[in-house]
């Protein structure tokens, strides 16, 4: 079966220090990939996503970056945290073969704190 | 915004309770999901609905869609304690899969 691994579960860090969050899926092959931001109480909000090795899309101008090293991991990073960046980041993936018409899965998310 | 809306922002029920979540969007859809997220947690996904469907059930959930009215509703039956988390819809609507997210509805199922 299908699973997707994120980490770490929380996360604080101060202003202007670099940042890393790695999901990998596990036991499928090709999905597509999307890192989410959600700020507390809202829905999500869609920052990158791929839908191959080294192709990403980002949907909002903004202080992240992602990464799409190998077919089943997805990375987030910043070279300087704001502020803003604070929220809860969820990695997901679908299949990618008929994308149009597939669920997500999401995984556990990161609960990243900026001090 | 592309963003569609949720209605209401919070619903309170007793156990037992039928509890029905609406979501209006305003793009063209290929399919409307609905979502559930525990506190603190992931979404895990409840449904998909296809835009040339009309209703799915699957065990004490059903969902309609009205494609003229660009609506979704999402009816939980007979509810219980467990039920309660926030409720998302999301709009389907590229062939690459993204997805568009409302902003949910908090569900409390009071035992």
């Known amino acids: 079966s299908q699973t997707i691994h994120q980490w770490p579960a929380t996360l604080v860090q101060p202003v202007g220090s670099p940042l890393s969050l790695e999901c990998t899926v596990e036991?499928?092959?090709?999905?597509?990939l999307y890192w989410y931001r959600q700020a507390a109480g809202r829905g999500l909000q869609l920052l990158f996503y791929?839908?191959?090795?080294?192709?990403i899309s980002s949907e909002v101008p903004q202080n992240l970056s992602a990464s799409r090293p190998q077919d089943r991991q997805f990375i987030l990073s910043s070279k300087k945290l704001l502020l803003s960046d604070s929220g809860f980041y969820l990695c997901?993936?679908?299949?990618?073969?008929?994308?149009?018409?597939?669920?997500?899965?999401f995984g556990d998310g990161t609960r990243l704190s900026i001090l | 915004s592309q963003q569609g809306e949720e209605d209401p922002q919070a619903l309170s029920i007793q156990e037992g309770e039928n509890a029905t979540m609406n979501c209006s969007y305003k793009?063209?859809?290929?399919?409307l999901q609905w979502y559930r997220q525990n506190s603190g947690r992931g979404l895990v996904h409840l449904i998909l609905?296809?835009?040339?469907?009309r209703e799915k059930h699957s065990g004490r959930l059903r969902v309609t869609l009205d494609t003229s009215k660009k609506s979704s509703s999402l009816l939980i039956t007979a509810s219980r304690a467990a039920d309660t988390a926030s409720y998302f819809c999301?709009?389907?609507?590229?062939?690459?899969?993204?997805?568009?997210f409302g902003q949910g509805t908090t569900l409390q199922v009071k035992p």
């Open positions: 997901a993936w679908s299949g990618g073969q008929g994308a149009s018409n597939q669920p997500q899965h």
């Open positions: 036991g499928t092959s090709n999905p597509n």
């Open positions: 791929s839908v191959g090795i080294g192709q």
């Open positions: 793009t063209s859809i290929n399919n």
């Open positions: 609905i296809r835009s040339n469907e």
């Open positions: 999301a709009q389907g609507s590229s062939n690459t899969g993204k997805l568009i």
